[in-house]
C-alpha cells in the first residue's frame, strides 16, 4: 500500500495554474510550487475538495482498482464491504439494490457484506458509552476527515474524539473475524478518506463506487461462478437505523432512540463551514455539548464520488432502499462471536504547526509583487487565497510562489492596472472622509467629485457645482479663500480656515496627489464645520488639542520641571560630559528614553551651554493637532486664509531662528510634516503658508522619544532619511532603575524642594533608603517628583516612617505579584524552565486563545503553541 501522502498527487502537464485547488483546500494543505499545486499529505484531510474542483482533471486518487482485478481473476477469495450510500450512486437506469449485490458477486466477490452492519456494531458501542455523562465535549470518529482534520489542524481536540471504530473499519473487524484473519477484503464507497483509514492494513483495499463500476464485465473463473439469486438472498439485512447513518444526523438519531435522558445538548453538525465553526466555539469555550454526530460533507450521500448528483434525489434513494428492502432474508451476520470483537481505537496528535512572519517579513514579501501600503492590496483571491496579506504568509511559510499574482503578471496590462489603482486610492478618499465635506479637483482646477456633506456645508445641489472651478466660486464667495487653488499653486499640502456665503467657517486641509514628475494630478480637500470642531468631545486627545488651540495659545511653557540635574551616576556624569561637548556645534541631537527620565532637562543643558544660541523654542509634537500643525510650525501670511491674523504669522521653526529648536515627542510626528521639516534642515529655508519667498533660518535642531525610532523606520512609521538626519549624536537616557545612584539624591532633592514650597519640614526615616531603592520606579524622575509632592502636602507629622509611605508605594505596583522571588540555588536551565511554567499559566488564565497570550508575553503565537506543548502535553 503506497504512503498517505501519495495519496492525492499532481499531473504535471494538466496542472494549468488556476488556483482552484488552493482556493478550496479547506486545510490549506496544497502547496505551488514550479508552477505545480502538490497535496502535502503531512496537513491533507484527504476531503477530496482539490479532485471536485479541478476542471482539467489534473488531481490523480490513488487507484487499487488493478490490484483487486488481479485478484478476483485469479480466482481468490475476496470479501467486499459496501457503504450504505450505494443506492444513491446511479449505475444505470433501474439499477436496484439486489442489482448492486449480483453486480459485486457476478464480478467475482466470494461474499458480500453491508457496512450498516458495522454502522449496527458501533451504534451499540456509542450507546454504552453515552449511558455515562462525560467531563468533555465527544466527538464522534465514524467520519475519517474530521479525524484528519482534528489530528492535523486541531490537536486541542483530539483528546474529544470517541474512541470508537468507524463503521466500515468495524466491518472489517467483523469480517476478519468471521471469515477468518487470511479473507482479503475491498471496502467500497464514496469517500477517498477511508484509502487513508486503510492505508497501513496490507490486506484490505478500498476502492469508490466509480472505481468498481468499472470492473464489470471481468471474466472470473468458471469454478467461482455462483448462483446469484442464492447469493443475493443470503445478504441479511441491518437495522434500517444503521442504513441510515450516512444521511446526516443519522448516527444521533440511532443513539438517541437508545438514550433516556434529554438530547438537548446533543448535536448534529454536517458540511465544512458548520465544522470549522463548531471546533472554534469549542475551543474558545462558547458551548459545550454532551455528544456530537459530526461529518465534513452533508452526508456521505455528498461524498466526492457522489458530489455531482442531485442531493434530494440521492437521499431519497436511500430512504426507498430503506423503506423497500425485504426484511425476510437470512445470511452471513452473526452475533455469536461479537463478544470477541475488539471495535476500540486511539487517535494520535499529527500536528505540525507553521512558521508564522513578522509584519516587515510580510511587506518584503508584498513589495516583491509591487504592494507597498495597504491601498496596493488587491484582495482579488485569483492567486486562490483570500487576501494578498494571506498570500504573502503562505509564501513565507513556504506554501504558496510570490509569481502566483496574476494582475502582477499581467505586464501587459500593467498600465491600465496602475490606473485602476489610482482610481481605487481616490474613491477610497472619497469614502472615507465621507462624514466630513470633500471634493475632489483636478489639475485645472475643475471639481471633478463631491459629497452631500460638502453640499450641505455650502448650501449648494451638485448641479451647481460639478464641473466648476474653484476660481470661479472664489470669485462669487460661495468660498475663500480656496485651498484647493492654493494647493494646485503650491504643489503641497495646506490647512486654512475658509469662509462661505451663507456664513459658515470651515476648517479645510487640501491634499494634492502628484505624479511621477512631481505634477498635481488631482486635489482633495476635506473640510469640517469649525463651529462643530468646538463641540467636541473633550475626552479625545486630538479634538483636545485642538480645542486649545482655537481658545488660545498652545504654545506656551508650563512645564513645571525645575530643570535641577542630579548625576551621582557615572552614566549620567558622562551624558553631560557629552552634552557640554557637544553644546556648540551645530549638530543635531537626537535624545531617547523612557517617560520622564528627564529629556527636556538635558536639552535645556545642551542649549544653556551653548555661547550661540540665545533662544530655545520647545515644539510638542503630540500636542499640536495634525491639522493645524503646519501653520503652527511654518506660519502664514496676510491673507492665507479667513481669520487670521492682519499681519500674518511667524511659525515656531521661525522663531528658532539663532536659537535652538526642541522637537519633543519627534515619533508623533505625522509623515507628510516630516517630509517638510527634512526640507527646512536641508535648505536651511522655509516658505509660510500662503507665501512664494523662502525665508532663511539657523537653528540647532535637539529631538527627543520615548518610542523607537529604528523600529517606526522599518514599519513605514517614520521616514528613514528624517532618522538619519536627526540621529547625529544620539543619546539614551537611561531609566531611573537602570541608575540607582540617582534615586536617594533625587529623594533628597525633590524632598527639600517641595518643603520650601509648602512651608512645611517633612523628613524621612533612614529606614526607607532600602524600601526606596528596592522600587522600580516606572515613571522615571517624574514619579520621584510626584511622589515625594504626595508625601509633603499629606504628612502630617515631621517624620514618615515605613508604613506611612507604603501606602503609596503599593498605590505604585512595587514588588507585584510577577516579581520573582529567589529561595535557593538551583540549576539555570531549571529556573528558567519554572518561571516559562508559571508565565504560560498566568497568561493562560487571562487570555482566551494562544495569540492572546503571545500578546500578552510578547512572543509570536506559534512560541506559546510550542511551549505549551513542552510544558503541558
Request: with cysteine; charged share 30%; proline share 3%.
Amino acid at each position: 500500500m503506497a504512503d498517505p501522502v501519495n495519496l492525492i498527487r499532481t499531473i504535471e502537464d494538466r496542472c494549468h495554474e488556476c488556483y482552484a485547488c488552493v482556493r478550496n483546500c479547506p486545510a490549506k494543505a496544497v502547496r505551488v510550487k514550479d508552477g505545480q499545486a502538490e497535496v502535502l499529505g503531512d496537513r491533507c484531510i484527504h476531503c477530496g475538495n482539490c479532485v471536485r474542483v479541478c476542471s482539467q482533471g489534473a488531481k490523480k486518487v490513488r487507484d487499487e482498482t488493478a490490484e483487486v482485478r488481479k485478484l478476483l481473476a485469479a480466482g481468490e477469495r475476496v470479501i467486499a464491504g459496501i457503504a450504505p450510500s450505494f443506492p444513491s450512486y446511479e449505475v444505470e437506469d433501474d439499477f436496484t439494490a439486489d442489482d448492486w449485490i449480483a453486480m459485486l458477486y457476478s464480478i467475482g466477490f466470494a461474499e458480500v457484506y453491508e457496512v450498516a452492519w458495522g454502522a449496527q456494531l458501533i451504534i451499540g458501542e456509542y450507546s454504552k458509552l453515552l449511558k455515562t455523562k462525560a467531563d468533555k465535549p465527544l466527538i464522534s470518529s465514524a467520519c475519517p476527515v474530521i479525524v484528519n482534520l482534528i489530528q492535523k489542524h486541531y490537536p486541542q481536540l483530539v483528546e474529544n474524539l470517541v474512541p470508537i471504530v468507524s463503521p466500515m473499519m468495524a466491518l472489517y473487524r467483523y469480517i476478519k473475524l468471521i471469515e477468518g484473519p487470511d479473507s482479503k477484503v475491498v471496502m467500497i464507497g464514496p469517500c477517498l478518506a477511508k484509502k487513508g483509514e486503510f492505508n497501513d492494513l496490507k490486506d484490505c483495499f478500498v476502492l469508490t463506487f466509480s472505481e468498481i463500476n468499472s470492473l464489470k464485465g471481468i471474466k472470473v473463473p468458471e469454478s467461482k461462478e455462483k448462483d446469484l439469486d442464492s447469493a443475493v438472498s443470503r445478504v441479511i439485512q441491518p437495522t434500517d437505523e444503521a442504513r441510515a447513518l450516512p444521511l446526516a444526523g443519522g448516527l444521533l438519531t440511532a443513539v438517541s432512540s437508545n438514550y433516556d435522558r434529554s438530547i438537548n445538548s446533543f448535536l448534529k453538525v454536517e458540511g465544512s463551514q458548520k465544522v470549522f465553526e463548531l471546533f472554534n466555539s469549542l475551543l474558545d469555550k462558547e458551548i459545550s455539548p454532551e455528544f456530537v454526530d459530526i461529518l465534513f460533507c452533508d452526508g456521505c450521500i455528498n461524498g466526492v464520488d457522489l458530489a455531482q448528483g442531485n442531493y434530494f434525489k440521492k437521499e431519497r434513494a436511500v430512504d426507498d432502499y430503506i423503506n423497500n428492502q425485504a426484511l425476510d432474508r437470512t445470511g452471513v451476520y452473526s452475533w455469536d462471536k461479537i463478544g470477541l470483537l475488539d471495535l476500540s481505537t486511539s487517535f494520535q496528535i499529527d500536528y505540525k504547526e507553521l512558521d508564522q512572519p513578522l509584519e516587515k517579513e510580510i511587506w518584503h514579501i508584498l513589495a516583491q509583487t509591487g504592494k507597498y501600503d495597504e491601498s496596493d492590496l488587491l484582495d482579488c483571491g485569483a492567486c486562490g487565497y483570500s487576501s494578498c496579506r494571506e498570500k504573502a504568509v503562505a509564501v513565507y511559510q513556504g506554501l504558496a510562489e510570490v509569481e502566483m499574482c496574476l494582475p502582477y503578471l499581467l505586464s501587459e496590462k500593467r498600465t491600465e492596472i496602475k490606473r485602476v489603482q489610482e482610481l481605487n486610492r481616490e474613491l477610497d478618499t472619497l469614502i472615507n472622509t465621507s462624514y466630513d465635506g470633500m471634493i475632489m479637483v483636478n489639475k485645472k482646477g475643475e471639481i471633478e467629485r463631491v459629497n452631500e456633506a460638502y453640499l450641505s456645508l455650502l448650501g449648494l445641489s451638485k448641479e451647481e457645482i460639478l464641473h466648476k472651478n474653484v476660481l470661479q466660486l472664489e470669485e462669487e464667495r460661495y468660498i475663500y479663500p480656496s485651498v484647493s487653488r492654493l494647493c494646485l499653486r503650491e504643489k503641497r499640502e495646506i490647512t486654512l480656515i475658509q469662509n462661505t456665503k451663507n456664513g459658515q467657517r470651515l476648517l479645510t486641509t487640501g491634499s494634492p496627489l502628484l505624479d511621477n514628475a512631481g505634477d498635481v494630478l488631482h486635489v482633495v480637500a476635506n473640510t469640517r464645520n469649525l463651529s462643530e470642531l468646538n463641540k467636541l468631545n473633550e475626552s479625545s486627545n486630538e479634538k483636545e488639542k485642538l480645542r486649545e488651540y482655537l481658545q488660545g495659545d498652545i504654545n506656551h511653557d508650563n512645564d513645571d520641571n525645575p530643570g535641577h540635574i542630579i548625576a551621582n551616576s557615572v552614566i549620567m556624569e558622562n551624558i553631560l560630559n557629552l552634552s557640554r561637548k557637544i553644546s556648540n556645534t551645530d549638530s543635531s541631537v537626537l535624545l531617547m528614553g523612557e517617560s520622564g527620565v528627564g529629556k527636556e532637562v538635558i536639552a535645556r543643558y545642551i542649549h544653556e551651554q551653548s555661547q550661540a544660541r540665545d533662544v530655545l523654542v520647545k515644539i510638542n509634537c503630540a500636542a499640536i493637532p495634525e491639522s493645524l500643525l503646519e501653520s503652527e510650525l511654518f506660519g502664514y501670511e496676510t491673507g492665507a486664509f479667513s481669520g487670521a491674523k492682519r499681519e500674518g504669522k511667524q511659525g515656531l521653526i521661525e522663531k528658532a531662528d539663532g536659537g535652538t529648536l526642541f522637537l519633543d515627542e519627534i515619533g508623533e510626528m505625522p509623515l507628510n510634516m516630516q517630509a517638510k521639516l527634512l526640507q527646512v534642515l536641508q535648505e536651511h529655508s522655509l516658505t509660510r503658508i500662503g507665501g512664494i519667498e523662502a525665508i532663511k533660518v539657523d537653528f540647532r535642531l535637539i529631538t527627543a522619544t520615548n518610542k523607537n525610532l529604528k523600529e517606526m523606520v522599518e514599519k513605514n512609521c517614520f521616514r528613514e532619511d528624517l532618522y538619519y538626519r536627526l540621529n547625529v549624536v544620539p543619546i539614551t537616557i537611561p531609566p531611573l532603575r537602570k541608575r540607582p545612584e540617582d534615586i536617594l539624591a533625587l529623594v533628597r532633592y525633590f524632598l527639600n524642594l517641595f518643603n520650601n514650597k509648602y512651608g512645611k519640614d517633612i523628613k524621612l526615616n533612614d529606614d526607607l533608603s532600602e524600601l526606596l531603592l528596592d522600587y522600580d520606579w516606572p515613571g522615571n524622575v517624574r514619579e520621584v517628583a510626584n511622589l515625594l509632592e504626595r508625601v509633603v502636602v499629606t504628612a502630617d507629622g515631621g517624620l514618615i516612617d515605613k508604613d506611612f509611605l507604603e501606602r503609596f508605594i503599593e498605590f505604585e505596583r512595587i514588588n507585584s505579584d510577577t516579581e520573582v522571588e529567589i529561595k535557593g540555588i538551583i540549576p539555570l536551565q531549571d529556573a528558567v524552565s519554572q518561571l516559562e511554567k508559571k508565565l504560560l499559566i498566568l497568561a493562560r488564565e487571562k487570555g482566551k486563545t494562544t495569540y492572546d497570550m503571545a500578546e500578552m508575553l510578547g512572543v509570536n503565537q506559534s512560541t506559546i503553541v510550542r511551549k505549551l506543548k513542552k510544558y503541558f502535553s
